[in-house]
């Protein structure tokens, strides 16, 4: 039971053994609709290593993810069972959790990851507050604060993204496949 708690902890929030200060890197709520036709509807494992733990194995959650200009519906299973369940349309964050689901998963967190991940760079850059910029690098982009990555999101692929955030502690690796019929 334990384990299944720190499983999850770990997978979800993608989170240090300490949660990291409220302030470590800006969270984002970008509306759906910056998203213009854009549309994901997608079955994806993601694999949450901590950085001081290099050598650890990382930990998994598989997830279903769909999202489009409408909204982002988001289920996080574990054990075959649904753990999480978060919705975004832009104006409210709607979670469900299951009770085994730790307090240290943090959907704002996710959320502002997701909107790293699939929204516009332009959307990203009229969102973020004074002394921050999403630049792009040569396999992706970074978030800078003062000119140091903070975090920075990789395509490794075309269906593969890697986030490895400094600033929080973790790398995320985020393998995707489109969902059967979408």
């Given at each position: 039971?334990k384990?299944?708690?720190?499983?999850l902890?770990?997978?979800?929030?993608?989170?240090?053994?300490?949660?990291p200060?409220?302030?470590?890197?800006?969270?984002?709520?970008?509306?759906p609709?910056?998203?213009?036709?854009a549309?994901?509807?997608?079955?994806q494992?993601?694999?949450?290593?901590?950085?001081?733990?290099?050598?650890?194995?990382?930990?998994?959650?598989?997830?279903q993810l769909?999202?489009?200009?409408?909204?982002?519906?988001l289920?996080?299973?574990?054990?075959?069972q649904r753990?999480?369940?978060?919705?975004?349309?832009g104006?409210?964050l709607?979670?469900q959790?299951h009770?085994?689901?730790?307090?240290?998963?943090?959907?704002?967190?996710m959320?502002?990851d997701?909107?790293?991940?699939?929204?516009p760079?332009?959307a990203?850059?009229?969102?973020?507050p004074?002394?921050?910029a999403?630049?792009?690098?040569?396999?992706g982009?970074?978030?800078e604060?003062?000119?140091?990555?903070?975090?920075?999101?990789?395509?490794?692929?075309?269906?593969?993204?890697?986030?490895?955030?400094?600033a929080?502690g973790?790398?995320l690796?985020i393998?995707?496949?489109?969902?059967?019929?979408?």
């Amino acid at each position: 039971m334990k384990r299944r708690s720190l499983l999850l902890a770990a997978l979800l929030a993608g989170c240090a053994s300490a949660p990291p200060p409220p302030s470590a890197l800006p969270l984002l709520r970008l509306p759906p609709a910056a998203l213009g036709t854009a549309r994901w509807a997608l079955s994806q494992r993601l694999s949450v290593t901590r950085l001081d733990r290099p050598d650890a194995e990382p930990q998994r959650v598989e997830v279903q993810l769909q999202l489009d200009a409408t909204g982002l519906l988001l289920a996080g299973f574990a054990f075959g069972q649904r753990v999480l369940l978060m919705q975004w349309d832009g104006q409210d964050l709607q979670v469900q959790r299951h009770r085994m689901l730790p307090a240290e998963v943090d959907t704002d967190r996710m959320l502002r990851d997701l909107c790293l991940t699939f929204w516009p760079a332009e959307a990203v850059r009229a969102a973020l507050p004074a002394g921050w910029a999403w630049v792009s690098t040569a396999a992706g982009q970074a978030l800078e604060q003062d000119g140091q990555a903070r975090l920075v999101v990789e395509r490794r692929g075309a269906n593969i993204v890697e986030i490895v955030n400094h600033a929080e502690g973790y790398r995320l690796l985020i393998e995707s496949q489109p969902q059967e019929g979408a």
